[in-house]
C-alpha cells in the first residue's frame, strides 16, 4: 500500500477576458505542478468549480480561498 501526502495547494482567482468580466483560478501544489481552469462567469462559480476539481478540500473550508 502506498500513502499518499497532500501538501498545502495555493489557488489564485483571476479576473479574465477583455472586460475582465469573467474568472479562471490556477493552483499550484507543493511538487510544483499547476492546474488551470476554464473560464467561468462569477468568481463564486470559479470557487466552487476549483473545490470540487482539487482533491481534500472540504467544501466549508473558506480560509483556504483568497480572492
Same mark, same amino acid.
Not at 15 to 25: A, F, K, S
Given at each position: +500500500? $502506498?500513502? *499518499?501526502? $497532500? %501538501?498545502?495547494? #495555493? !489557488? $489564485?482567482? !483571476?479576473?479574465? =477576458? #477583455?472586460?475582465?468580466?469573467?474568472? +479562471?483560478?490556477?493552483? #499550484? /501544489?507543493? &511538487?510544483?505542478?499547476?492546474?488551470? &481552469? %476554464? #473560464?467561468? /462567469? &462569477?468568481? %463564486?462559480?470559479?470557487?466552487? @468549480?476549483?473545490?470540487? $476539481? *482539487?482533491? =481534500?478540500?472540504?467544501? /466549508?473550508? @473558506?480560509?483556504?480561498?483568497?480572492?
Amino acid at each position: +500500500m $502506498q500513502e *499518499i501526502h $497532500q %501538501g498545502p495547494v #495555493r !489557488v $489564485q482567482f !483571476v479576473p479574465v =477576458g #477583455r472586460d475582465r468580466r469573467e474568472w +479562471m483560478w490556477k493552483a #499550484r /501544489d507543493e &511538487s510544483n505542478t499547476i492546474t488551470i &481552469s %476554464g #473560464r467561468f /462567469d &462569477s468568481l %463564486g462559480d470559479a470557487v466552487r @468549480d476549483a473545490r470540487t $476539481q *482539487i482533491d =481534500g478540500l472540504a467544501p /466549508d473550508d @473558506d480560509d483556504t480561498f483568497a480572492a
